[in-house]
């Protein structure tokens, strides 16, 4: 065998192997045989159905860790993921521009069940025809038991067979966030301040259910530019009502919030509006629950 034909089979083998790995490493986010196949458009509904589903799912959530949804947008792999999978669950109420033309491009045999999650959830209209809402009405922990409540539903349609369980990690699961509305409506009925500065306008369902009052820099997508009267709104509300802190979150710049907050001479607190975790937080082991905790004890020091 010459020389050259030996480098050609060392390359050959090296292309192999690196295609073998990376087909194993592909697959951890892929299709698993065996399991209901669900795939989630975020990562609270990643979570949500990761905590009802157990043993018996597998769930791909579509956003990667450290990635802000309103930024992203479905790729190839995607599409083939969503057409062998056996349910989608994604927020609805305008959260997700992109899955009506998503689900039309799915292959025509796939079967899988497309569940909105916000169905039925107390929604908060931002127009006065009342037909465009707010879509981050998972930061109420009471819109979260409805939206756990329809993933339970999907997953028991999709998988009869273990009914039981399905149901019994949602009860379990639900008797969390009851637990963590509670702490909420204790913790935030004492403070003396009700109004929160922060930098995206995420907040609506949280200051609806706990009496608060949020005034926020830029409006429903933390990309929005504010105007020059946006910040002078901003400054006065802190002003008017002596507050310490602007809040900020971790998936987008805080250069904004944190000159804002020069300027104010305030100081900074993270208030994550659960869109997704970073990559570290996932390997910490944080979810749903710790970071709504996280942000009650950052909303507690702030309203004092």
């Not at 579509?62 to 479905?74: I, M, N």
């Not at 995607?78 to 997700?96: C, H, L, R, T």
């Not at 819109?143 to 009914?163: C, G, S, Y």
């Amino acid at each position: 065998m010459t020389r050259h034909a030996k480098r050609y089979i060392y390359i050959a083998l090296l292309i192999i192997v690196a295609c073998c790995i990376a087909g194993c490493s592909s697959s951890k986010a892929g299709l698993v045989e065996g399991k209901v196949n669900v795939v989630t458009s975020f990562y609270p509904l990643y979570d949500f159905t990761k905590q009802i589903g157990g043993d018996y799912v597998n769930v791909i959530n579509l956003v990667p860790a450290g990635v802000e949804p309103h930024d992203w947008s479905p790729k190839s792999r995607d599409i083939k993921n969503m057409s062998g999978a056996q349910v989608f669950v994604y927020q609805g109420a305008g959260f997700e521009g992109w899955v009506k033309d998503f689900l039309g491009s799915l292959s025509s045999t796939s079967k899988v069940r497309v569940v909105e999650a916000s169905q039925g959830a107390k929604l908060i209209t931002t127009d006065e025809n009342k037909k465009e809402f707010d879509p981050h009405a998972w930061l109420s922990p009471l819109n979260a038991q409805k939206m756990a409540n329809n993933i339970k539903t999907a997953l028991i349609e999709a998988d009869p067979v273990h009914k039981d369980a399905y149901e019994q990690n949602y009860q379990a699961y639900n008797a969390k966030l009851t637990e963590l509305d509670a702490r909420y409506k204790k913790e935030l009925s004492t403070t003396t301040k009700k109004e929160i500065a922060v930098s995206h306008h995420a907040f609506a369902y949280l200051c609806r259910d706990y009496g608060l009052t949020q005034m926020s820099i830029m409006g429903l997508s933390p990309d929005a530019e504010p105007t020059a009267q946006d910040l002078k709104q901003i400054n006065s509300f802190i002003r008017d009502h002596q507050l310490k802190y602007i809040f900020f979150e971790e998936l987008v710049s805080d250069k904004l919030a944190k000159t804002l907050a020069k300027d104010a001479k305030v100081d900074t607190l993270v208030l994550n509006p659960l869109e997704g975790l970073t990559e570290e937080q996932i390997k910490a082991g944080e979810d749903y629950i710790s970071i709504m905790d996280k942000n009650l004890k950052n909303l507690v020091l702030a309203l004092q």
